[in-house]
């Protein structure tokens, strides 16, 4: 039966094709397809890991000692009832040999598809049953993860392989498993969770694939397999859609692919309004491979290196000095020369440490918690060493130093003095390094804007963070579809705000940027202009979009109706304000 699903559109573009759907649990496992021939083999694999579990289970009953709980004995008999069920490893080795799921892939379908029958019981024995299934199923996993020769952990789909298109389904994914999917074939994502400006969004944005985020229940209503359409630009999910729906939207594909073509010969026009005025586009990256297309898309520098992804890996430890310096000088040298903020760890949040962080001061989830900044003062060591991989990067090109979540006056100062002993620690050790490095702050937090004076002082250049900002200005955390509906970068709060600092920074002749998703937001362009902006930094995928608005833009007229924009509180008012500026 044919249905549709609401989210949040955040990444453009139609995707036809079939539902993957990845569990939590499974986000841990191995995803890939068997090579074609080897499907009994990979099903052996499986049975031996039953096979290993049940070994396990008789272990841990002989050894248990006489005068332990009697529960003990019970809980392990139920998990040895449960292995001996032929129906546990039937399913998985069905989906080995027709779809050629890898093991722990196909087990974790099945455990799903378990588990949701289970929650439909009312009986409150056999609901608990439920997690004595799971308990099971992660031993056998544990068994075939630790099989010789079994596939390295992070594996997912390789490209190629695939003989229908796919589009991952998932209550929630983080930020940097996203990033895991970059190299394989998925043409699409929807999660349950998620808005607009979530970091998980941002990267899907990244990867220039559509994706619909805040989709309710979609990963319990869409089912393994099913057809699906994904419309990026509606933030509409048509589960199993019929013949005449398929035709419609094939066709509106053709169409968006013909557009994005056109759009590409604008890379090379210079980058003005229609009165003449320079106008500069920034990229965002977030892994330091993605410089390459943002300089051949034109952009005049990277505005925002989110290196915090650099620590994101749930599977390694935190890079050291050397790596990161890598990493820096990759991004350095891929832009010849041409300016590099490299923005210091912004973990916390919707962000989390990768496996390395177990040791250090932990972040927490809350956006007003242990974030960006904040945390690398109480992780001191680990901020110096950021701070000279990315001063010896600077030894390379214009590697700049840019700050996170900055509102104190004393954070500033603890900043300065760290950045200070990273150089005397450089010298010491006879190491060469940029001395007169830029060092930037992001305006995020509505206190820094409040006190602009003070970052003007102190910085070489500016950026506002508007998804920040806009989260802080209206109490709205931006990754919880809950509120996602509020979060409003037209609120006048916003657009007076923002307008207040770029007046303010302009006046003082220090440079500043938008760097937040507004900047790369082709609808919101021609608002920014409005409010004096020159330089934009977004995703590249964007670059081409801003930049057609740009040059149809006139900047002295859009400065002219502004005005009024900023004095409309009303939203009828501001809606016919609007509506006069973009006309
Ligand atoms: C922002 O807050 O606008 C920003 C660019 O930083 P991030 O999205 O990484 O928090
Ligand atoms: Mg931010």
């Known amino acids: 039966m044919t249905f549709a699903l609401h989210g949040i559109p955040v990444s453009k573009g139609i995707a036809i094709g079939k539902a993957v759907l990845i569990s939590r649990a499974a986000l841990e496992v191995s995803h890939y397809l068997v090579e074609p021939g080897k499907e009994q083999a990979e099903a052996q694999k499986l049975l031996d890991a039953f096979q290993q579990v049940r070994l396990e289970l008789d272990q841990l009953r002989m050894a248990l000692p006489k005068d332990a709980p009697q529960e003990m004995g019970a ?32 087990l974790t379908t099945e455990l799903n598809d378990l588990l949701e029958q289970f929650a439909e019981i009312e009986d409150p024995y056999l609901k608990e049953r439920a997690n004595d299934i799971r308990q099971v199923a992660e031993r056998v996993i544990k068994a075939l993860n630790a099989q010789k020769g079994s596939h390295p952990e992070t594996e997912f789909l390789p490209s190629g392989d695939m003989e229908v298109e796919s589009i991952i389904v998932a209550h929630d994914i983080a930020p940097h498993d996203m990033l895991r999917f970059k190299e394989h074939a998925f043409i699409g994502f929807v999660t349950d969770l998620g808005g607009k400006t979530s970091h998980t969004a941002i990267v899907a944005r990244s990867m220039e694939i559509p994706a619909v985020v ?47 073509r056109k759009l590409q010969q604008l890379k090379h026009a210079k980058t003005e309004t229609l009165d003449r005025v320079d106008i500069e586009l920034f990229a965002n990256i ?80 809350s956006p007003l918690g242990l974030r960006a900044i904040r945390w690398s003062l109480t992780e001191p060591e680990i901020f110096l060493t950021q701070l000279r991989a990315i001063l010896r990067a600077s030894a390379h090109g214009q590697a700049r130093i840019m700050i996170p979540m900055l509102a104190h006056a004393k954070e500033i100062d603890e900043t300065f003095r760290l950045i200070e002993k990273a150089k005397q620690q450089l010298i010491q050790r006879g190491q060469s390094f940029n001395p007169n490095i830029q060092i930037g702050a992001m305006i995020e937090i509505p206190a820094a804007a409040l006190v602009l004076p003070l970052f003007i002082d102190r910085f070489d250049f500016l950026s506002i963070g508007t998804n920040d900002l806009i989260q802080y200005t209206l109490a709205i955390d931006r990754a919880d579809h809950a509120v996602a509906h ?28 938008v760097c937040g998703e507004m900047a790369g937001d082709p609808t919101l362009t021609k608002l920014l202009l409005a409010m004096g902006l020159t330089d934009f930094s977004m995703h590249f995928s964007q670059l081409l979009l801003v930049k057609r608005e740009i040059l149809q833009a006139n900047v002295g007229m859009l400065k002219a109706r502004f005005p009024r924009v900023l004095k409309a509180y009303e939203p009828e008012a501001q809606a016919k304000a609007l509506e006069r500026l973009l006309a």
């Open 486 to 513: 509020l979060y409003d970068p037209l609120h006048p709060a916003i657009l007076n705000l923002m307008a207040n600092i770029i007046d303010q920074a302009k006046r003082a002749n220090v440079p500043i940027a």
């Open 286 to 365: 977030e892994l330091p491979e993605d410089a390459e297309q943002a300089v051949k898309l034109g952009a005049v520098g990277v505005g925002l290196f989110r290196s915090e992804f650099l620590f994101m890996d749930r599977k390694q430890a935190l890079p050291d000095e050397e790596q990161q310096y890598q990493e820096y000088r990759r991004v350095v040298d891929l832009m010849y020369g041409l300016p590099v903020n490299i923005r210091t760890i912004d973990v916390g949040a919707d962000k989390a440490l990768g496996a390395g962080g177990s040791d250090v001061s932990q972040t927490g989830t």
């Open 214 to 260: 805040g989709v309710r229940h979609a990963s319990e209503m869409i089912r393994h397999g099913d057809w699906l359409i994904l419309d990026g630009e509606q933030g509409v999910v048509v589960v199993a859609p019929d013949e005449q729906l398929l035709a419609e939207y094939r066709k509106l594909q053709t169409q968006v692919s013909k557009e994005a």
């Open 75 to 106: 809980f392990l008999d139920v998990h040895a009832l449960i292995l001996a069920d032929p129906a546990l490893a039937e399913k998985p080795i069905k989906l080995i040999h027709t779809q050629r799921l890898n093991a722990a892939w196909a």
